[in-house]
């Protein structure tokens, strides 16, 4: 995913945060915010250290990033997301994070239903 498709400042990180409406399941937290004037999607990624080492924090990130650049056709453009990893994100594999990151960007309400 190229970098201006991502959140970096801290205070972009603050901003979606202050104004978002959130969405939760067991392994993700999706903080979204409406950016009518953006020509594509951005997203912020957060996992903490309760979900383990660096080595493992950083391979929950490139599966998120990889689960989202598979789903880019899908994602409307003027969104910025945050996503943050829970602790049960840890030793998942891809596909099975992948379907909890459709799963609560289904209850988000910002990929929709199969069969709507």
Known sequence: MRKTFRIKKPEEFQHVFNKHRSVANKYFIVYQMDKPEQK?????????????????????????????????????QELDLLVIARPAAAHRSQKFLKNQMIHVLKLAKILKEENE
Not at 40 to 52: D, E, P, T
């Open 40 to 76: 594509h999607f951005r997203v912020g990624l957060s996992v903490s250290k309760k979900v383990g080492k660096a080595h493992e924090r950083v391979w929950v990130k490139r599966r998120i990033r990889q689960s989202l650049l598979e789903l880019k056709p899908e994602l409307p």
